[in-house]
């Protein structure tokens, strides 16, 4: 009541009320929200549910339709003939519609965040392809690298040993195999004395590890000859070259060995030779003399 009265539909005053006062009419627009309507409250037609019920017919509105006071409602209404009467029950669209609006909204927030979704799983999978064939390519280079790496390692006519920080070897080339005669399976984690006498094994394991403490040695950087030993006991001549490497922050190790039976041979050949030329040279002297 005090509603209809702020809006002028029942008089200003205390007792009034809406009971058999109010015409049941449309004004044409929300009184509520402060529409006034031109044309006098007789003459304004009647809503849509009381023009057809006083028709003596019952029916239903779901598509909305304005309410005495101008408000959007959906109605249902019916006739009593026994009353001589029609009943009409009305409820503003807005509060009828609110929860289809309440689905509505989930209903697209549930598909928007279905496409973000979707959206990111797409972008996420082209991005996994993506990786991946760098990966297989970054793979591929690598397979190429290290078969490339293996190929001059084992084509080298010097014997190439790779060693880890702790002494293991890594690595052992056909060179290698060759000089020592034994194959790689047989030394991979063993360390590198073992293809030396006992007699310089303690120098060398003390060089290697003085070389981790305080970066100086007399065996890396630098050639040295030593005893080499053969899987089948036997020694021989070996000049021995280590050096370091980085792998990231792992340090490791290359030694490059030769057998040099040859070489020493041939020394001791030339030195013979030296020593019958200047042996011949004593004897020429004493003849001319």
Known sequence: NDELRKIGLIPATPESTAMLEVEVRDPGG??????HPSIPREQQPLTIAV???IKREGGLNVDGYNDYRGIPVVGAWVWLPEYDLGLVTEIDTAEAFSPLKILNFWFFLIFFLLVIATLVAFILRVGQLRLEKEQKKTTRLLQDSEAHIRAVRDGSQEGIITIDSDGKIKTFNRAAEEIFGFSANEVIGDGLDRFMEESV??????SIKRYLQTGKGRVIGFGL???GLRKNRTTFPLMLRVSNIFLGEDRHFVGTVSDITHLIKANEKREQLIEQV???NRELRILLM
């Open 278 to 280: 200047h042996s011949a």
């Open 30 to 35: 929300n009184m509520l929200a402060g529409f």
């Open 201 to 206: 094994r303690e120098n060398y394991r003390s």
């Open 51 to 53: 023009k057809y019920a």
């Open 225 to 227: 000859q030593v005893s």
